[in-house]
């Protein structure tokens, strides 16, 4: 499957790429980078990082947006998110300086060409805000709407958010451009809270990274070790290492993963309290066709199962 990831990379975001980078039917065309759990520069700097240390050196990164649409000033991430993912977004995890540098052309041209070469053979995962797919479409709604299947790590509809009560980080990271990508007529399969939330990392599976000694394992323990300890949802309650964006890549290769899916149009609250609530769209709830499907229940534990295994086996390889 070809497949492109588009990151606010971060510790699981990081988990993401290595998860993709395990799977022989994930044909990785690129990455591209917006702001979110860090500033995008640290998101390229750490996604050209994650590939060098995967041996994924003829992947191409391409940067996006600095900032929410509507912003004046480039984005600076939260004291909260700092914390969640450290102040390098990688669990103050050092890796080597990368050799490459990002592509010349930006995200938006980036997604926008390779929806043009793959149409329905591409696969796009979105687990960061959805600035760049929303500029992408805005500047191309032809190349994108031809696009085979759009996944993203985004919201929150039956499940209290993480950033407040009401929203989740990705949406709320840039709400306008959400909003827009969800009334757009795009089909996209929503990987939210609901279901990322049953699918946590365990303390075993993290040691079990570090027992081949190799720098891919230590390198995912020790951040993964920070995430688990850092992660907390809006009450400072610990949430304990949930794999959100892993999820959505998963979904993206393995849909028979999602056990339970709702069909509807989504749109977003603004401006409320409720800023940034993913909820169903009154005005098309007799639309005959839906375009998003928001995904409740998955094989959490088979799931989480299978991604701590396959992360071990990164690690194992890496060592010999
Ligand atoms: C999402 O927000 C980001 O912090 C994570 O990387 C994930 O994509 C979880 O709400
Ligand atoms: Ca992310």
Redesign the pocket.
């Known amino acids: 499957m070809n497949l492109i990831l588009d990151l606010?990379t971060?510790i699981?975001?990081a988990l993401a790429i290595s998860y993709a980078a395990s799977q022989d039917d994930a044909n990785l065309l690129g990455i591209t980078t917006a702001f979110?759990?860090v500033r995008v520069e640290t998101a390229t700097r750490n996604s050209l990082a994650m590939l060098e240390l995967l041996g994924l050196t003829d992947v191409p990164v391409a940067q996006g947006a600095d900032r929410p649409w509507g912003a004046e000033e480039k984005y600076v991430p939260s004291e909260t998110?700092l914390q969640?993912?450290g102040r390098n977004g990688i669990g103050e995890v050092v890796l080597p300086e990368p050799q490459r540098m990002p592509e010349t052309t930006n995200a938006v041209d980036f997604l926008i060409a390779k929806a043009r070469e793959y149409g329905k053979d591409l696969t796009l995962v979105t687990?960061?805000p959805m600035t760049n797919l929303a500029d992408a479409f805005k500047k191309d709604p032809e190349a994108i709407s031809s696009i085979g299947k759009i996944v993203s790590?985004a919201g929150a509809v039956t499940v209290p958010g993480?950033v407040t009560r009401y929203a989740?980080?990705?949406i709320i990271n840039d709400a306008a451009a959400a909003k827009y990508v969800f009334e757009s007529g795009l089909d996209i399969t929503v990987v939210g809270?609901d279901v990322?939330l049953r699918t946590l990392l365990s303390g075993d599976d993290i040691n079990a990274w570090k027992q081949p000694n190799s720098a891919i394992g230590n390198a995912l323990a020790q951040m993964s070790d920070y995430y688990y300890a850092n992660e907390t949802d809006p009450d400072g309650n610990s949430v304990g290492g949930a794999l959100?964006?892993p999820l959505a890549a998963d979904i993206a290769l393995h849909p028979e993963t999602i056990t339970y899916q709702v069909p509807m149009n989504l749109t977003l609250e603004v401006g409320s309290e409720s800023n940034g609530r993913t909820i169903g769209n009154l005005n098309r709830l007799t639309d005959e066709t839906t375009t998003a499907i928001v995904c409740t229940n998955v094989e959490a534990a088979d799931f989480s199962r299978r991604f701590a295994a396959a992360i071990l086996k990164l690690a194992n390889r890496d060592q010999a």
Do not use: C
Request: glycine residues 16%.
């Open positions: 606010d971060g699981d975001d979110g759990n998110l969640v993912h687990a960061g790590m993480n989740e980080a990705n809270l990322t959100h964006d």
